[in-house]
Every structure is written in C-alpha cells, then in structure tokens.
C-alpha cells in the first residue's frame, strides 16, 4: 500500500514522501533536512527524488540527499535539475523504484518552461504538479505565456475529477479569498473555504485537493466559463476576447490583489 505524506519545509512548502513500507520515494525536496529528519523518525529508506521543476525551493535538497542516499533523480528533460539520472517529458512513464507506483508525465509549461507533472489515472488516480495548479490558485508565470498556462492548467483540470492534487504550497485560504473576490456569490467557494479554514486552524495541511474540487471553486480553471469572464472585463474595464484572455487578466489582477 502507498501512501502520501507531506513534509513542511520553508514557509509553505510541502514535500511529498510516497510511502511503501520501510520505503519512500520524495517529490520536490527544496531542503534536505526535513526530508533526513522524517526518513530517519520513520526508520525508511529513500528510493528516488523527484522533481517538477528547477526552482530552489523544490530541488534545494537534491544534493545532501544524494550525499547519503545513491538514488536516481527523475526530473524534466528541459531544465536544469541537479544530479537529475532519468529526463522526462511528455507521455513518459516510470515505475518509482521500490514503490509499487507507475506514474505517467505531462509537460505543463508556464510556471517554468519545462515544468512536468507525474500522474497516475484511476482506480486511484493522483498528481503531483509542483507550482502549476495550486488547490484554488495557480503559479505565477515566471518564464512561460498565459496561453501556454491556460493549456496546462485544463490538461490538469481534463484529469478524473476524483484524482488528488499534490501541488507545492499552501497558499489555500490566500487563493480562496481571490476566489470569492471573482464569484461573490458561489457557494461552493464559501463552502471550501469553511472547511479550508478549519483544517488549518487545526494545524493540517489543506492538501489533497482534488480536480473535482478545483473545477468547482479554482478562478483560473474557471476561467472561460460566462460569470468568470464576466468578472474579469469587469474588472479589466474592457471586454474580454477568450479564454486565454480571461485567464491572463484574472492571473494580473491576482497579482496585484492583498
Ligand atoms: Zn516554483
Ligand atoms: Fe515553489
């Protein structure tokens, strides 16, 4: 049986650990030390590192823990991840060492040029997708477009809506206020952010989401339905052209919004 744990790090990072026994693979380990610390309370071994993408904060780790542990380093093809042993891309798929898990790939560009997500499909479907789909929220583009942020946030969101979302921060409540901001008046948004709150006020991560979830209260996923276009012409003070174009100023105004 596998299991997923996340281990804080940073601020607001979450590292993931999949568990199978005496053994876990870790998915964006920014910093070495939770990881070590968790491996060695939980007397297990670690099989593998995986990565999302490039950023710090999520391969920070990658050489103390390869300085204790010999293991392969899977990460995608077109950035530059340390000590990385297997490049990924689009439609690849591994078996986690040590874990029973297969896990197939998608390239979703925007956040980061190359940045992948490792997915699995039902009975128990998962994805990990680092800073590209956040649970009510979505990665800052840093080096991609908005249309290309748009095509990799509905192929996630194209997912079986019962798959878990692994993302790489709880930035949760923080998203779900913008949320509201966008629909006023959905009560699936309320709804989140009740039990959100709750679970952080309980010392929990918010974390899985799931797709089912994300599709009902995550503006950016909404962004080509009426009422959130609406929103963002209204906000923008000009009409809005598509889908892509509702999606880059809902992304502006997120940035701007405290
Ligand atoms: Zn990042
Ligand atoms: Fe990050």
Sequence with gaps: MVSIIPIPA???NYIWAVRSGARAAVV????????????DANGVDLTAIL?????????GGVRALRARYDVPVFGPAHEDIPQRTHALGEGDRIAVP???LLLSVFDIPGHTAGHIAYYTMPPDPLVFCG??????????????????????????????????????????????RF??????????????TIHERDKRQRGLPTLPSTI?????????????????RMAAAAHAGRAIDDAVDSFATLREWKNGFA
């Excluded at 990665?139 to 809506?161: H, I, N, V, Y």
């Excluded at 949320?179 to 989140?192: F, L, M």
């Excluded at 089912?212 to 959130?228: D, H, I, K, M, Q």
Aim: hydrophobic letters at 40%; proline letters at 6%.
């Design 28 to 39: 964006d380990p920014g910093d070495a030390a939770p990881v070590l610390a968790w491996l």
């Design 212 to 228: 089912g979830a994300e599709r009902a209260t995550n503006p950016f996923v909404r962004a080509a339905l009426p009422n959130v």
């Design 131 to 176: 800073d590209t789909l956040f649970a009510a929220g979505c990665g800052r583009l840093f080096e991609g477009t908005p249309g290309q942020m748009w095509s990799s946030l509905s192929k996630l969101a194209a997912l079986d809506q019962n798959t878990r979302v692994y993302c790489g921060h709880e930035y949760t409540l923080a998203n779900l």
């Design 51 to 59: 990565a999302t993408h490039h950023h710090a904060d999520h391969v």
């Design 10 to 12: 940073f601020r607001d």
């Design 98 to 100: 040590g874990i029973d």
């Design 179 to 192: 949320a509201a901001a966008v629909e006023p008046q959905s009560t699936d948004i309320e709804v989140r």
